[in-house]
């Protein structure tokens, strides 16, 4: 399709205007901005194309820490004629998150994003819309027990259903990938709607899968692209996949949204859904005007926390079992603490603190997995001088948290899989400032201690069960441990055996 556009006279003239404008725009923008201050460095960019050729789409996070040894811990960069402020280690991504919070603060909303929610929502909205839906979020989880007792209790009840399906592969090899995605993603239904699904229920499994697979697209070199060149988006496959998937969902969500209005008693919220619900309907009597509470940040408020929910937590633990399988050394060290610690019991949050080398080897695989390798795009919300460099207000930048969690001067062996990275002398859990993976500031992840509990509960659930191999025939050496690259890093497709202990 995109070869016929070049072969019509009309779409000719229509791209020849269109090139003249951008080539206008770029030198306008760039000398407005000289003006100003001065421009973090970076690398000498093209006409139109900007940097595109100077950087691997297909690895941006690891072509952007390449760059930032060149051209320091601040530096620019053009995506065609796009320009973003890349903020690399430790030191200069906690100083614009965390002590100019509010300058870099706002979320860029790409075109890609736009398109998903419109600017309603948590993830992909800025100003009122988004202060309110976050308020509401964290408000809300934490009520139904976010980081408390009772998701505790929802969180053990999941690991059972999780145990017994592994179980049923009797210690053959299996993708782990989607049964671990359908137990976090159970977390946080249980949490919006107040249920968990059947794995085999076909219309979660499509919900999780298609979040699955929007991850992936968005990362993917064509997206990127779109997002630089947004007329592109009707020739493009992926663009065209993710906009009925985000679609698909949407209809989903909305019919689950349905069915709880229908049964909904003011006296007894059951979800998070409920008592939006509830807060709208009293908006309604009360006629008051302009609320954020309307059905479209409703069903793009769930759809984020369910995709935000699903996907990174576990992601995160497909990547923990790799790293025990690859590592049995280390599987060994953490079974035997668990056998020592807990014994035959269930694990509970309050075993955490004597569980240092688990908590260690936890934090590990979140540092060196990376999962979220550039964090979500930020924008400047206001001019400001950082760092001795004008940045202009509305820049796009990016927080390029692999800069953070494989810092050089944070960490003794950056690129490794080594606990003692958390541990001090004596064996006992230490804190790392470096540790980022859930990024820092105005926009960090609002699930973290929902995470966190996660991920330590179907750990240690796991492995006082099983002992994770690599497939017979496949040795630990030749366990791939490159990821796929897709907004976020997942293991690439393995098999893994989970063989129960006896
Ligand atoms: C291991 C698991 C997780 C990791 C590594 C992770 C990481 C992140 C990161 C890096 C961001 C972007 C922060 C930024 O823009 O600077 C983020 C945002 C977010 N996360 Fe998570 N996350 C995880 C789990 C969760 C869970 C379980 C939830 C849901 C309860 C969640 C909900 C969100 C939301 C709603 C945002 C957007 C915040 C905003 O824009 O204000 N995340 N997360």
Not at 129 to 138: G, I, P, Q, S, Y
Request: glycine share 6%; net charge negative.
């Amino acid at each position: 399709m995109l070869e016929d556009l070049f072969h019509s006279p009309t779409s000719l003239s229509l791209l020849g205007v269109i090139m003249g404008l951008l080539v206008l725009h770029f030198f306008y923008s760039n000398f407005s901005f000289q003006e100003k201050g001065t421009e973090p460095p970076g690398p000498k960019p093209l006409p139109l194309l900007g940097n595109l050729l100077q950087v691997d789409l297909k690895k941006l996070d690891s072509s952007l820490f390449d760059l930032s040894k060149k051209y320091g811990p601040v530096f620019t960069v053009y995506f065609g004629l796009k320009k973003v402020i890349v903020l690399a280690g430790y030191r200069t991504v906690k100083q614009a998150l965390v002590n100019h919070a509010e300058d870099f603060g706002d979320r860029e909303v790409t075109p890609i994003f736009y398109d998903f929610h419109k600017g309603h929502g948590i993830l992909f909205s800025n100003g009122n819309t988004w202060k309110e839906m976050r308020r509401f979020a964290l408000t809300t989880l934490r009520d139904f027990g976010m980081g408390k007792k009772i998701t505790e209790g929802k969180i053990i009840e999941e690991c059972h259903y999780l145990i017994e399906e592994f179980e049923q592969h009797d210690g053959k090899a299996f993708n782990n990938t989607q049964t671990i995605n359908y137990a976090a993603s159970n977390i946080i239904s249980a949490i919006m709607f107040g249920r968990r699904f059947e794995y085999k229920d076909p219309v979660f499994q499509a919900m999780v899968e298609r979040d699955h697979e929007s991850i992936r697209l968005t990362g993917s070199a064509s997206i990127l692209m779109y997002n630089v060149l947004p007329w592109l988006g009707p020739w493009l496959k992926n663009w065209k996949e993710l906009m009925k998937n985000v679609e698909d969902n949407k209809r989903e969500t909305n019919n689950i949204i349905a069915d709880l209005k229908e049964t909904l008693n003011p006296e007894m919220c059951r979800c998070f859904v409920d008592v939006f619900l509830n807060r709208q309907q009293n908006l309604e009597v009360s006629e008051i005007k302009d609320s954020h509470y309307n059905d479209e940040n409703l069903v793009y408020s769930v759809m984020n926390l369910f995709a935000a929910g699903t996907e990174t937590t576990g992601n995160t633990l497909q990547w923990c079992l790799v790293f025990m399988a690859k590592y049995p050394h280390i599987q060994d060290q953490v079974q035997e603490e668990l056998s020592r610690v807990v014994g035959s019991r269930q694990v509970q949050v309050e075993d955490r603190k004597n569980l240092p080398y688990t908590d260690a080897v936890i934090h590990e695989s979140q540092r060196l997995a990376n999962i979220v390798p550039m964090a979500i795009p930020h924008k400047t919300s206001r001019d400001v001088t950082f760092q001795g460099y004008f940045v202009k207000e509305g820049t796009t930048v990016f927080p390029l948290l692999t800069s953070v969690l494989y810092d050089e001067n944070e960490w003794e062996s950056p690129h490794t899989f080594n606990p003692s990275h958390f541990l001090d002398k004596e064996g006992k859990f230490i804190r790392r400032d470096a540790f980022m993976p859930f990024s820092a500031g105005r926009r960090v992840c609002l699930g973290e201690s929902l995470a966190r509990m996660e991920l330590f509960l179907f750990l240690t659930s796991l492995l006082q069960r099983f002992r994770f191999t690599p497939p017979p025939g496949v040795s630990e050496d030749e366990l791939d441990l490159t990821p796929v690259v897709g907004f976020t890093l997942s293991p690439s497709p393995h098999e893994l055996c989970a063989v129960c202990r006896k």
